[in-house]
């Protein structure tokens, strides 16, 4: 099993700065993709920032230039800096990992996506 925790996140007003972190923990896995979503009240989960193992990242349309998402110092992390927050970044934002277990002794893998249980974060105008 794969276990992702978050941290950061929490109140800010407007034109402030937070930062999202996430760990992914367990054993047998490699990482294919990780990256962050969000889900504001009434609306779908929506892609924010992602990364994969290639480095190639791609971010929502409406955090371009204010959020950016880079690997932590450590294995299997994650880290969302997010600049000039606005009322509307406010959200629960959670954790997602793509990842590859290994299933058997031959090293067969499946691909599996984790969630983290989310943090909230809210832009006070």
């Known amino acids: 099993q794969v276990q992702l925790v978050e941290s950061g996140g929490g109140l800010v007003q407007s034109g402030g700065s937070l930062s999202l972190f996430c760990a992914a923990s367990g054993s047998g896995f490699s990482i294919n993709a990780m990256g962050w979503y969000r889900q504001a009240p009434g609306k779908e989960r929506e892609l924010v920032a992602g990364?994969?193992?290639?480095?190639?990242?791609n971010y929502e349309e409406s955090v371009k230039g204010r959020f950016t998402i880079s690997r932590g110092n450590a294995k299997n992390t994650v880290r969302l800096q997010m600049n000039s927050l606005q009322p509307n970044d406010t959200a629960v934002y959670y954790c997602?990992?793509?990842?590859?277990?290994?299933?058997?002794?031959?090293?067969?893998?499946?691909?599996?996506?984790?969630w983290g249980k989310g943090t909230l974060v809210t832009v006070s105008s």
């Open positions: 997602h990992a793509d990842v590859s277990r290994v299933v058997n002794v031959e090293g067969a893998t499946v691909r599996r996506e984790y």
């Open positions: 990364i994969n193992s290639g480095d190639r990242i």
